[in-house]
T-cell receptor, first 113, second 111 residues
Framework: GAVVSQHPSWVICKSGTSVKIECRSLDFQATTMFWYRQFPKQSLMLMATSNEGSKATYEQGVEKDKFLINHASLTLSTLTVTSAHPEDSSFYIC?????????FGPGTRLTVL | GENVEQHPSTLSVQEGDSAVIKCTYSDSASNYFPWYKQELGKRPQLIIDIRSNVGEKKDQRIAVTLNKTAKHFSLHITETQPEDSAVYFCAAHTGGFKTIFGAGTRLFVKA
C-alpha cells in the first residue's frame, strides 16, 4: 500500500509557542491530504482538507488562523498549531488519497505544557 | 449533514468466537466503505473495504456486508484471536474526497 510519513512523532512545547507538523506522501503524489485530530478513546475528527496549490478547506468549528495548513508540493502538507495551549494537546494524524482509500501517517502526539 | 453511526462502542468476545460491528450511514451518495483497525498509539490501518456495487466481500477471517437500501454495512470477524483486540472504525466515502468515520468500536478478545 501507499506510504505516508509524519514528522515529528511527538512534540512537547510550552504554551504560546507554535508547532509545525509535516506530512509526506513517500511513493505517490497527493493533490489532497487530510488533517485529523484524535482525543483519547475517541474517533478521528477531520480538521481540514489540504489542497495542493490552493487554500485548505476547514471543517466547521476549526479556527483557520490557529491551525495553519500549507500544501506547497504534491508530496508535502504542513500543519502549524499557532500559539498552542494545553487544550490543543492531542494526537494529530494526516492522511492522503492515492485513490479511494485513505492512507494515514503514523501521527504526532502534541503535548502543550 | 453526513453522518456514520457505529455500534457497539465496546465489544468483548472469547477467543475463537465471532465479532460483528455494525454501521449506518446517512448520505445515499456514499459509494465506498473502508474499515480501519487502530492499535493503541498507532495509525489506523485499512483492513477491508467494499464498494457500493458489491454486497459482500471476504478476506480470510474478515468479511464485510453492505445493504445499500437500508444504508447499513457490517464487519464480521470470525475465529477471533487476541491480536484482533483494537479499535475498529467504519467509514463512508461521500461525493468528492470526503470520508466520514464512525465513532469506533473497542474490541477485546479474551484468551
Amino acid at each position: 500500500g501507499a506510504v505516508v510519513s509524519q514528522h515529528p512523532s511527538w512534540v512537547i512545547c510550552k504554551s504560546g509557542t507554535s508547532v509545525k507538523i509535516e506530512c509526506r506522501s513517500l511513493d505517490f503524489q497527493a493533490t489532497t491530504m487530510f488533517w485529523y485530530r484524535q482525543f483519547p478513546k475517541q474517533s478521528l475528527m477531520l480538521m481540514a482538507t489540504s489542497n495542493e496549490g490552493s487554500k485548505a478547506t476547514y471543517e466547521q468549528g476549526v479556527e483557520k488562523d490557529k491551525f495553519l495548513i500549507n500544501h506547497a508540493s504534491l508530496t508535502l502538507s504542513t500543519l502549524t498549531v499557532t500559539s498552542a495551549h494545553p487544550e490543543d494537546s492531542s494526537f494529530y494524524i494526516c492522511s492522503a488519497l492515492p485513490g479511494l482509500t485513505q492512507y494515514f501517517g503514523p501521527g504526532t502526539r502534541l503535548t502543550v505544557l | 449533514g453526513e453522518n456514520v453511526e457505529q455500534h457497539p462502542s465496546t465489544l468483548s468476545v472469547q477467543e475463537g468466537d465471532s465479532a460483528v460491528i455494525k454501521c449506518t450511514y446517512s448520505d445515499s451518495a456514499s459509494n465506498y466503505f473502508p474499515w480501519y483497525k487502530q492499535e493503541l498509539g498507532k495509525r489506523p490501518q485499512l483492513i477491508i473495504d467494499i464498494r457500493s456495487n458489491v454486497g459482500e466481500k471476504k478476506d480470510q477471517r474478515i468479511a464485510v456486508t453492505l445493504n445499500k437500501t437500508a444504508k447499513h454495512f457490517s464487519l464480521h470477524i470470525t475465529e477471533t484471536q487476541p491480536e484482533d483486540s483494537a479499535v475498529y472504525f467504519c467509514a463512508a466515502h461521500t461525493g468528492g474526497f470526503k470520508t466520514i468515520f464512525g465513532a469506533g468500536t473497542r474490541l477485546f478478545v479474551k484468551a
